[in-house]
């Protein structure tokens, strides 16, 4: 599969837009969370695919949301979210329910009694089950995630994004590692949460992604145990996509996860269609790695740049509307 042809040049990458205004700023929170869980509902079809062959003859470009042609989502069809969007539909309600204010120990509480409800139909993952294990030997909510080296937990913090709008970042920056940290205790996952969260703020006060993401890393991540993964990726535009990926590495980790997602948000970062496409073509853990695209790319161009199609066929966006509403 191959959209390479639309990228962005580097004066589009670098460009500051005029969004600096409380009803800008709701308009480009709002395209975050909702890029960031539409782009998981389209991950779905494909997510722990590694053959991106298969991928091409089962789904082709992946223009649609798809049920899931691998066997780790039983029960979810197109248009359902990932185990990873399901916990962020889980954030959203509890920030909803906490007058937009990010409340760890309300989230613990909906968080396991959601996960342990014998009607849910998510996949529950090894850092969730281990978090769950930590609890019941007595952790607490700060001290109980696993040590799991995952991406996935930096792409919930798209509800925090919204909520923290118009707060400052280093508010949002806060409220971020400890939603993170509650499930992936990992000093690595916990740096990029900070990053990305860093990045996020900037996209929906007015720059654009791949500047947000390049003066982030100046001004935080320069001398970090995650400032060569940074490099990596964001240097890495003018190749090939899928190839960047399988070289980079497709699976959970944040290892290969990190630098593929910034890959595609530098190459792309002007069209969200075209970025999600490639991320769900290329395979692997590609849940993990749109929910951090679309936050980028929905907080950069709004939902006005997320198809209507996808937008429609999302169960849950009547249920997303319901919560905003409420912040």
Same mark, same amino acid.
Do not use: C, W
């Given at each position: 599969v191959s959209t390479q042809s639309t990228g962005t040049n580097k004066t589009s990458r670098n460009r500051i837009l005029p969004h600096t205004s409380s009803n800008g700023r709701d308009k480009h929170a709002r395209g975050a969370l909702l890029g960031s869980l539409i782009a998981d509902s389209h991950a779905l079809g494909a997510h722990w695919v590694y053959d991106s062959n298969q991928i091409a003859s089962k789904l082709g470009k992946v223009t649609e949301l798809h049920a899931p042609i691998s066997?780790?989502?039983?029960?979810?069809?197109?248009?359902?979210?990932?185990?990873?969007?399901?916990?962020?539909?889980w954030l959203l309600k509890s920030l909803a329910e906490n007058k937009g204010t990010f409340n760890l120990s309300a989230y613990s509480k909906l968080w396991f009694t959601t996960m342990n409800d +014998?009607? !849910?139909?998510?996949?529950?993952?090894? @850092?969730?089950?281990?978090?769950? #294990?930590?609890? %019941?030997?007595? =952790?607490?909510?700060?001290?109980?995630?696993?040590?799991?080296?995952?991406l996935s937990p930096v792409g919930r913090i798209?509800?925090?994004?919204?909520?923290?709008?118009?707060?400052?970042?280093?508010?949002?920056v806060k409220a971020a590692i400890s939603q993170s940290k509650f499930t992936h205790n990992n000093p690595e996952v916990l740096s990029i949460t900070e990053f990305i969260a860093r990045a996020a703020f900037r996209v929906i006060h007015g720059q654009a992604p791949h500047h947000a993401l390049r003066?982030?890393?100046?001004?935080?991540?320069?001398?970090?145990?995650?400032?060569?993964?940074?490099?990596?990726?964001?240097?890495?535009?003018?190749?090939?996509?899928?190839?960047?990926?399988?070289?980079?590495?497709?699976?959970c980790s944040?290892?290969?996860?990190?630098?593929?997602?910034?890959?595609?948000? +530098?190459? !792309?970062?002007?069209?969200?269609?075209? @970025?999600?496409?490639?991320?769900? #073509?290329?395979? %692997?853990?590609? =849940?993990?790695?749109?929910?951090?695209?679309?936050?980028?790319?929905?907080?950069?161009?709004?939902?006005?740049g997320i198809p209507d199609r996808w937008r429609s066929s999302l169960k849950s966006h009547s249920l997303i509307e319901e919560y905003l509403s409420k912040l």
């Open positions: 066997s780790y989502h039983p029960g979810k069809s197109a248009g359902d979210l990932t185990h990873y969007g399901d916990q962020t539909l +014998s009607n !849910y139909l998510g996949y529950r993952d090894g @850092a969730s089950k281990t978090t769950i #294990a930590n609890h %019941g030997k007595g =952790a607490g909510d700060e001290d109980g995630g696993s040590q799991s080296d995952d798209s509800p925090l994004v919204y909520s923290y709008r118009n707060l400052g970042e280093e508010e949002l003066q982030v890393a100046s001004e935080k991540f320069a001398s970090s145990s995650i400032s060569s993964l940074i490099e990596a990726g964001l240097s890495s535009s003018e190749e090939n996509t899928l190839e960047a990926l399988t070289r980079f590495g497709k699976s944040y290892k290969g996860g990190l630098p593929s997602v910034l890959h595609i948000v +530098s190459k !792309y970062q002007d069209s969200y269609e075209t @970025a999600l496409m490639e991320n769900a #073509a290329a395979g %692997g853990d590609s =849940a993990s790695r749109g929910l951090i695209i679309g936050l980028l790319l929905g907080g950069h161009l709004t939902d006005k």
